[in-house]
């Protein structure tokens, strides 16, 4: 990792810009000759791959921002008219739909991957930060969103959701009526969520960028989890990185292309073809398959206030996990009980989800309150705990070195 | 990387075995009957003779009560319908339009740019004819039920009796087990697949209600086969252009994608393994 001299630019105009502007440069260091360990599995593509679908949620959100119209009397049907008559309307919106499962999918398993691979703990904490910012502006860009084609399951679930504000003591009731801009969900909360919900993915777009400069800043972690040592332990980005992050691009294309073009609505719900109507509830309210586990946690607590109190835990948990995670070792592979843990965690987090899809009774009721026990446990008791009782496995001298045993 | 796929698997499928015990159904009535329909599958298309027949029953049958406003009497050209067929078609129906030049509202024959015109003015008005429930819109019916074509095709079935008030052996039995006194709107139909199973809706189809442009009159289950067809084509017009298209793009990513995994490899042979 030796300092960056840059290269004198052949071409005159390239020249000219960059000495004025020094983007191409930029360009160079960052994606060109920037050293990433030469050890990284496809675990490390997710990030960039969710990047390339930030960047197609933007285009075809654009794109359907020019045909839709927010308003309570129109939006369903303005909706309907993008998939019949605006050409390829439907490509545009079954992308956008589909895109937003996708995006969520790869972020889960980049973040897990960090998780397994002790991506968060120093010298990458900031690095972590940005991304927790940029789960929860996702969460928040794709709630609004569910709520713009103002279907039943749109109108409901911004009321289910929008309520829990109401929880605040004192001004939970002042305060949602604020957010709605009238006494229940209208026109008002339809137009500003349309509002930020263009806004929001800039804010991602900003975060993403930060996100990448933390990371180049300390350079990317390594299935290993030990330091890169010498420039041995390193290659350049491109070609390397680039071609294998374009093969990965194209199998997440084709299972992206498989939803899009066959399955369309496999993630959606029924009753979002329904136009909605405030007169009449549907008798499951449920998520996007994306909100489940939260959704579960909201609903293991019996009162309001602390059902959301711990769903925003959930989350906020995660800026403080480089601490709670006392273990020097970053990689689960030298972390024999770790490793296990691991694996529970994600069993629990899978199962919340599936509890957050059931109906608000017994036996569901129990066992959700058992998860969340559960998740809060793994960052409280179990990852603190770990780091005194667990005897890591000796590490490796360095990457370069035990590449011949490599998984 | 494949043992990790595998432990998420392994992860999942814990998950699930530890509630698979809470799942059991508290299901009751009978189950859907399932068809195989034309347009399912990576190949699937529609078969347009069925459309256009399902078209029939929709308009000798459903357009008393049920709009189908998402479509445009054009659009029936799309099924193969000529021109002069679909004007002939609109013409039958009445819309409102207006004011002309001297500020009145008028009533003009439909044509082919009109939308299809809603039995009913209002929802008011079309719940007051059919005893307080609305006939809702039907073209984005097969998409807004779960399993929406073979849901609506049991629908149309799934009638215990042609008279209001009366409903099913099975389901008099089930109350009797249960105990309970078996109370049932006497102004509702009984059907297995309305969920609650009363519906406000009788029975539509019936022997020789219909008939076809070739002079037939199809069977209670070719009507409800073809107008479920025609309605899965009015929800999803796109289905055929989408598919195409499919196919066109995986074939083309999976060429590109081996082409790069080859690439891949031959960029990376003298990096480590
Ligand atoms: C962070 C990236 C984004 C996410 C996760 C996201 C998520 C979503 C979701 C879940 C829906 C509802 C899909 C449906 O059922 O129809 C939606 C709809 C919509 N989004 Fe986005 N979106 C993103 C970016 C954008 C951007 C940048 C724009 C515009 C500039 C946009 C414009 C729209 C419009 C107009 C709709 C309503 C049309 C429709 O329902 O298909 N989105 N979005």
Redesign the pocket.
């Known amino acids: 990792m030796s300092t960056y001299t840059p290269p004198t630019w052949n071409n005159k105009f390239v020249r000219w810009f960059d000495e004025r502007l020094p983007i191409v440069t930029l360009m160079h260091k960052e994606l060109v000759v920037y050293p990433a360990p030469r050890n990284l599995n496809y675990w490390w593509s997710f990030g960039s791959l969710a990047g390339i679908v930030?960047v197609i949620?933007?285009a075809t959100?654009?794109f359907?921002?020019m045909y839709?119209v927010p308003h309570v009397d129109h939006a369903f049907d303005s909706?309907e008219r993008?998939m019949r008559d605006v050409n390829y309307g439907w490509l545009l919106?079954y992308a956008?739909?589909n895109?937003?499962s996708v995006?969520f999918m790869l972020t889960y398993i980049h973040l897990f991957r960090g998780l397994y691979f002790g991506s968060y703990k120093a010298p990458r904490e900031v690095l972590w930060w940005m991304g927790v910012i940029i789960l929860f502006l996702?969460i928040m860009?794709?709630f609004m969103?569910?709520v713009?084609?103002w279907g039943q399951m749109s109108f409901w679930g911004a009321t289910v959701i929008t309520n829990l504000v109401s929880a605040v003591p004192l001004v939970g009731g002042d305060l949602v009526r604020w957010l709605w801009g009238g006494f229940t969900v209208d026109n008002p909360t339809l137009n500003r969520f349309?509002s930020l919900?263009?806004l929001?993915?800039m804010l991602?777009v900003a975060m993403v960028m930060l996100h990448l400069w933390a990371l180049h800043t300390k350079k990317s972690n390594n299935p290993l989890g030990i330091d890169c040592k010498g420039p041995n332990d390193y290659i350049p980005f491109h070609p390397y990185y680039t071609v294998k992050d374009l093969f990965s691009l194209g199998v997440l294309l084709l299972f992206y292309a498989y939803f899009i073009f066959f399955a369309p609505n496999f993630f959606?719900e029924a009753d979002?073809y329904i136009p909605a109507n405030p007169m009449v509830t549907p008798p499951h309210i449920v998520p996007?398959w994306y909100f489940l586990p939260f959704y579960a946690i909201l609903r293991a607590v019996p009162d309001k206030l602390g059902g959301v109190l711990a769903m925003l835990s959930a989350i906020l948990i995660l800026f403080v996990l480089p601490w709670l995670d006392t273990s020097k070792v970053r990689s689960a592979t030298f972390r024999p009980m770790y490793k296990w843990f691991f694996w529970a965690f994600v069993a629990d987090c899978l199962f919340l989800g599936y509890l957050g899809a059931m109906p608000a009774a017994e036996p569901y009721i129990t066992m959700i309150q058992f998860a969340t026990v559960y998740y809060f446990a793994h960052f409280l008791v179990i990852l603190p705990a770990l780091g005194w009782f667990e005897k890591p496995d000796p590490l490796p001298e360095s990457i370069s070195a035990p590449v011949t045993s490599q998984a | 990387m494949m043992t990790i796929v595998k432990r998420t698997l392994v992860a999942a499928g814990l998950a699930t075995a530890l509630v698979g015990p809470a799942l059991a159904s508290e299901g009751t009535g009978p189950a859907l009957h399932k068809q195989s329909w034309g347009w399912t599958g990576i190949f699937g298309g529609y078969n347009h003779k069925d459309l256009r027949h399902g078209f029939e029953v929709y308009r000798q049958v459903c357009v008393t009560c049920h709009p189908l406003k998402h479509l445009y009497y054009r659009d029936l050209m799309k099924i193969g319908y000529s021109e002069d067929e679909v004007k002939e078609i609109a013409g039958n129906y009445e819309v409102q339009d207006g004011p002309n030049d001297d500020g009145e509202m008028f009533t003009r024959p439909a044509t082919p740019a009109d939308r299809f015109v809603a039995p009913f003015a209002n929802d008011k008005i079309a719940a007051m004819v059919n005893g307080g429930a609305v006939p809702p819109d039907l073209s984005l019916m097969t998409k807004a039920r779960k399993q929406g074509p073979d849901y609506v095709y049991n629908l149309l079935h799934g009638f215990a009796s042609d008279a209001p008030g009366e409903p099913a052996a099975w389901w008099l039995k089930e109350r009797e087990h249960a105990g309970e006194e078996p109370v049932f709107p006497e102004t509702k139909y009984f059907n297995d697949y309305f969920p609650g199973y009363a519906i406000s809706m009788p029975p539509q189809l019936h022997e020789g209600i219909v008939t076809y442009p070739d002079g037939k009159s199809p069977s209670v289950d070719q009507m409800a086969h073809d107008v479920v067809s025609f309605l899965n084509w009015a929800a999803e017009p796109e289905l055929e252009s989408r598919k195409t298209m499919g196919l066109l793009t995986l074939l083309y990513l999976g060429i590109l994608t081996t082409f790069l995994y080859g690439l891949k490899k031959y960029i990376w042979r003298d990096i480590h393994h």
Do not use: D, Q, S, W
Request: no cysteine.
């Open positions: 930030l949620m933007i959100g654009v359907l921002a839709y909706v993008i919106r956008h739909m895109g937003a995006f996702m860009t794709a969103g569910y713009l084609p349309f919900h263009y929001l993915p991602i959606g979002n996007e």
